[in-house]
């Protein structure tokens, strides 16, 4: 009896395991297809500066737009991209969209917009990174200038040395580099130090807190001064409310990106809204 229950067990472990294998394998699949039939597109979220409540750049955030309809975030396609070995296709396709976008946007006076791209950690060690991201530059044109790749804190630590190498190689292609969730990971202070970033990128984690929390305020202030001392640019992610803004007025100059001002967008919306847009963006 008791054996006979115990294969039942195992037969419904074992069939459950098949059901879970091959809706992977089918994912898997279904995420191969999405990048031969551009359903990876580009989302842009705008950088504000808070003065002028004008937009000047803008982050690139990887959306699956699937057949039906159905939008899938990349913390859910990113990761399973990294393991299947689909990351570094995925990533230069998302690189050359962003740059072909950036390159139609609309020229200002004040300061032209740029463009932020996100790195997985294994795009940061392929050996190849500086060659393709060369080549997608000069094949859209985009200037160099305009472009800033985020990298991880995790990927800026990973071998110090290495790290330092492949950055100062971008750098000198004349990209800016950022380093984004900034305060998540571990990182030595002592090593930003010889990072040759222009921009940090607070992680929304600290801002959430940031008008209820005194503990949550002193950490963001120390980062600014860190980055001030630096004379490193801060973008601060995750900016939902007019308080949290406020708050962040008096601690230092930084950029803005989060809902007050406006969600990710898909790319012809935020074209629209840069071209219809001399005034200052409106708030969403
Ligand atoms: P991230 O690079 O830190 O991007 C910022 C994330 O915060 C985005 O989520 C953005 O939509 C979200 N966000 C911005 N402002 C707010 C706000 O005010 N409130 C809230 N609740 N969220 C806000 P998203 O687009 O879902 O992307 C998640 C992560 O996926 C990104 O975090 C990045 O790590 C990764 N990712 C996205 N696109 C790519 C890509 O093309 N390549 C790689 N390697 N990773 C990507
Ligand atoms: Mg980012
Ligand atoms: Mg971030
Ligand atoms: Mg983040």
């Given at each position: 009896?008791?054996?006979?229950?115990?294969?039942?067990?195992?037969?419904?472990?074992?069939?459950?395991?098949?059901?879970?294998?091959?809706?992977?394998?089918?994912i898997?699949?279904?995420?191969?297809?999405?990048?031969?039939?551009?359903?990876?597109?580009?989302w842009?979220?705008?950088?504000?500066?808070?003065?002028?409540e004008?937009?000047?750049?803008a982050?690139?955030?990887?959306r699956?737009?699937?057949a039906?309809?159905?939008?899938?975030?990349?913390?859910?396609?990113?990761?399973?991209?990294?393991?299947?070995?689909?990351?570094?296709?995925?990533?230069?396709?998302?690189?050359r969209?962003?740059?072909?976008q950036?390159?139609?946007?609309?020229?200002?006076?004040?300061g032209?917009?740029s463009?932020?791209?996100n790195?997985?950690?294994?795009?940061f060690?392929?050996?190849?990174l500086?060659a393709?991201?060369?080549?997608?530059?000069?094949?859209?044109?985009?200037?160099?200038?305009?472009?800033?790749?985020?990298?991880?804190e995790?990927?800026?630590?990973?071998?110090?040395?290495?790290?330092?190498?492949i950055?100062e190689?971008?750098?000198?292609?004349g990209?800016?580099?950022?380093?984004?969730?900034?305060?998540?990971?571990y990182?030595?202070l002592?090593?930003?130090?010889?990072?040759?970033?222009?921009t940090?990128?607070?992680?929304?984690?600290?801002?959430?807190?940031?008008?209820?929390d005194?503990?949550?305020?002193?950490?963001?202030?120390?980062?600014?001064?860190?980055?001030?001392?630096?004379?490193?640019?801060?973008?601060?992610?995750?900016?939902?409310?007019?308080?949290?803004?406020?708050?962040?007025?008096?601690?230092?100059?930084?950029?803005?990106?989060?809902y007050?001002?406006?969600?990710?967008?898909?790319?012809?919306?935020?074209?629209?809204v840069?071209?219809?847009?001399?005034?200052?963006?409106?708030?969403?």
């Amino acid at each position: 009896q008791a054996k006979q229950a115990g294969r039942g067990v195992y037969r419904f472990f074992r069939d459950e395991l098949n059901a879970v294998n091959q809706s992977r394998l089918k994912i898997e699949a279904d995420l191969r297809r999405a990048l031969e039939n551009n359903e990876i597109h580009v989302w842009f979220q705008p950088k504000v500066d808070p003065l002028s409540e004008r937009i000047v750049g803008a982050e690139a955030l990887a959306r699956w737009v699937t057949a039906n309809n159905e939008i899938i975030s990349p913390d859910k396609f990113i990761p399973l991209a990294e393991e299947i070995g689909l990351i570094l296709p995925l990533g230069r396709h998302v690189l050359r969209q962003a740059c072909e976008q950036a390159v139609g946007w609309p020229q200002r006076e004040e300061g032209e917009l740029s463009v932020s791209v996100n790195l997985s950690i294994k795009q940061f060690k392929d050996p190849n990174l500086v060659a393709s991201v060369s080549e997608i530059l000069d094949q859209t044109g985009l200037p160099p200038a305009r472009l800033e790749l985020e990298i991880t804190e995790s990927a800026a630590m990973m071998d110090a040395q290495k790290a330092r190498e492949i950055v100062e190689q971008l750098r000198n292609l004349g990209i800016q580099i950022a380093i984004d969730d900034f305060g998540t990971g571990y990182s030595s202070l002592s090593h930003l130090r010889h990072f040759p970033v222009q921009t940090l990128k607070i992680d929304r984690s600290f801002i959430r807190h940031l008008t209820t929390d005194e503990r949550s305020a002193s950490i963001v202030a120390s980062m600014f001064h860190l980055a001030n001392a630096l004379e490193i640019k801060v973008v601060v992610e995750g900016v939902e409310t007019r308080e949290q803004l406020d708050k962040l007025g008096p601690i230092g100059d930084a950029l803005i990106q989060g809902y007050l001002f406006s969600a990710p967008q898909a790319a012809h919306d935020f074209s629209r809204v840069l071209h219809n847009m001399d005034a200052p963006v409106g708030r969403a």
